[in-house]
C-alpha cells in the first residue's frame, strides 16, 4: 500500500521499493521465531518431505508452486471478509470503541507524516524522496497487525477489532494526505540548473 500512495503522490519509486524492502526483512527478523516455527518447521517439512520427494524438485517449483501462489491473496481476502464480517456488529453497535481506536491512529497518521514531510524538506531532498519518506513513515502494516491479532487474541477479540478499523482509518486518511503532498509538490519548486562556468582565458 505504502508504494501505491508513493505513486499516487508522484514520489520516488525507487526508493519506496528499498525502504518497503527494508521494512519487510526487519519484519521477518522481528517475527522469525513464529517464521521458522510455521514456515520452517511445519511447512517446511510439508514441502519437503511429501512435495519435492514425491513430485521431484522441478516439478514442485515449476507446476505446483505457481498453482497454489495466488491462493494466499485470495485467502488474505477471504481473512479480510470474515474479519468484518464477525466484527461489523461491534464496529456499529460501539461506535465509541471504535473512536478510540481511530483517534489515535489518525494522530500517527498525521504526526509521521508531516513530521517527515517537514524533515525531508527541511535538509534539502527533493519533493519525491520527502513524499516517500513521509508516506513510508506513516504507513502501516496493518495485514501483520491483524494476524498476530488473531493468532494472539483470537478472531472475535479487541485486539482483533483494532486490526479491522486500523484500515478502515489508514486507506481515507492516505488518500487525503496523497492530495496534500500534491499541493505542497508546488512549494518545493523547479529544481535550478547549476551555473555554468565559462573560462574566458583571463
Known amino acids: 500500500m505504502v508504494i501505491i500512495w508513493n505513486d499516487l503522490a508522484c514520489g520516488d519509486r525507487e526508493a519506496a521499493a528499498v525502504l518497503v524492502a527494508l521494512n519487510s526483512v526487519f519484519q521477518v ?19 519437503r518431505r511429501i512435495g519435492e520427494q514425491r513430485m521431484g524438485r522441478t516439478a514442485y517449483e515449476q507446476k505446483f508452486l505457481p498453482r497454489i501462489g495466488p491462493w494466499a491473496l485470495y485467502g488474505l481476502l477471504f481473512t479480510i471478509v470474515i474479519l468484518f464480517a464477525l466484527q461489523g456488529k461491534t464496529i456499529t453497535s460501539q ?17 509521521m507524516f508531516f513530521g517527515t514531510f517537514a524533515l525531508g524538506k527541511a535538509i534539502g531532498l527533493a519533493y519525491e524522496r520527502t513524499t516517500t519518506l513521509a508516506f513510508t513513515a506513516a504507513g502501516n502494516n496493518f495485514e501483520l497487525a491483524i494476524a498476530v491479532a488473531i ?40 529544481r535550478q540548473p547549476a551555473p555554468v562556468v565559462r573560462d574566458t582565458g583571463v
Request: proline share 5%.
Open 29 to 47: 527478523l522481528a517475527f522469525g521465531l513464529l517464521g521458522w516455527f510455521y514456515l520452517d518447521l511445519l511447512a517446511g517439512y510439508l514441502t
Open 95 to 111: 461506535p465509541l470503541d471504535v473512536a478510540r481506536i481511530a483517534l489515535p491512529l489518525l494522530i500517527y497518521f498525521a504526526l
Open 151 to 190: 493468532a494472539t487474541f483470537g478472531v472475535t477479540s479487541g485486539q482483533a477489532l483494532a486490526g479491522v478499523v486500523g484500515p478502515l482509518i489508514e486507506v481515507p486518511v492516505l488518500i487525503a494526505l496523497v492530495y496534500v503532498a500534491l499541493v505542497q509538490r508546488k512549494r518545493f519548486g523547479a
